[in-house]
């Protein structure tokens, strides 16, 4: 299937990726970028999935097209500076959990905005919190409630959630609103091994062939509604 092989093709090099000269900061002054087409609607409801502590990208996703941002992060920290660095601006409703598939209590790994939810036992040296996970079909309605526009639809899904963009983007569909929703902007993610390995090379290729496969199903979903730009 195309999907798994440009999936294969496409993952990380953390050599390249590692790199001083190729920085994150720098590479992103180059990054591909073009109009909205159809354009966002002024005071159109967004939701922004991983808002980490600044919510750089929904600031600018409000001052330059008018959106209604909903901004969804599940770190109790990270959500105390994300009230800070917001307090006092419009156009914002901040909630303090994760989403998913189902409603749970999950353990956060933190690393900036690499942390993740981990499953099993954690080392006693790593900085975790328990935070609040939330089931899509019960949290984005019930919050889309709360501001924005009232037309059921939404302008905008950003998704930078460490690993959740499979389960949010699915749950999304099968309560009908994946279709209602103008434009998607997903960061993709490695997910965790699915099972013990016995080499550090079998764990990378599980991860692999589990994170191709939950990225090609989230795909064909999403080719059932919308086009893809790059």
């Given at each position: 299937?195309?999907?798994?092989?440009?999936?294969?093709?496409?993952?990380?090099?953390?050599?390249?990726?590692?790199?001083?000269?190729?920085?994150?900061?720098?590479?992103?002054?180059?990054?591909?970028?073009?109009?909205?087409?159809?354009?966002l609607?002024?005071n159109?409801?967004?939701?922004?999935?991983?808002?980490?502590?600044?919510?750089?990208?929904?600031?600018?996703?409000?001052?330059r097209f008018?959106?209604?941002?909903?901004?969804?992060?599940?770190?109790?920290?990270?959500?105390?500076?994300?009230?800070?660095?917001?307090?006092?601006?419009?156009?914002f409703?901040?909630?303090?959990?994760?989403?998913?598939?189902?409603?749970?209590?999950?353990?956060?790994?933190?690393?900036?905005?690499?942390?993740?939810?981990?499953?099993?036992?954690?080392?006693?040296?790593?900085?975790?919190?328990?935070?609040?996970?939330?089931?899509?079909?019960?949290?984005?309605?019930?919050?889309?409630?709360?501001?924005?526009?009232?037309?059921?639809?939404?302008?905008?899904?950003?998704?930078?959630?460490?690993g959740?963009?499979?389960?949010?983007?699915e749950?999304?569909?099968?309560?009908?609103?994946?279709?209602?929703?103008?434009?998607?902007?997903?960061?993709?993610?490695?997910?965790?091994?699915?099972?013990?390995?016995?080499?550090?090379?079998?764990?990378?290729?599980?991860?692999l062939?589990?994170?191709i496969?939950r990225?090609?199903?989230?795909?064909?979903?999403?080719?059932?509604?919308?086009?893809?730009?790059?």
């Open positions: 299937e195309d999907c798994h092989f440009w999936g294969r093709l496409s993952m990380r090099d953390r050599n390249v990726e590692g790199s001083r000269a190729l920085g994150f900061n720098r590479l992103a002054e180059h990054r591909l970028s073009q109009a909205f087409e159809p354009p609607k002024r159109g409801s967004a939701l922004y999935i991983g808002a980490h502590r600044g919510a750089e990208d929904g600031r600018h996703f409000r001052e008018g959106l209604f941002l909903h901004l969804f992060e599940p770190s109790p920290s990270f959500f105390g500076s994300l009230k800070a660095a917001l307090e006092g601006l419009p156009g409703a901040l909630h303090n959990y994760g989403l998913g598939a189902s409603t749970s209590m999950a353990r956060l790994r933190l690393s900036g905005t690499g942390s993740r939810t981990v499953l099993g036992a954690t080392d006693p040296s790593e900085e975790t919190e328990d935070v609040l996970i939330r089931a899509v079909a019960e949290a984005v309605p019930e919050a889309l409630s709360t501001g924005g526009s009232t037309d059921g639809n939404v302008e905008l899904l950003h998704v930078n959630c460490e959740c963009e499979y389960e949010v983007v749950s999304m569909r099968h309560i009908g609103l994946l279709a209602r929703i103008k434009h998607v902007q997903i960061a993709t993610h490695l997910l965790d091994p699915p099972v013990a390995s016995s080499t550090f090379h079998d764990a990378v290729e599980l991860a062939q589990a994170s496969s990225y090609c199903a989230m795909h064909r979903a999403l080719s059932q509604t919308h086009t893809r730009i790059w």
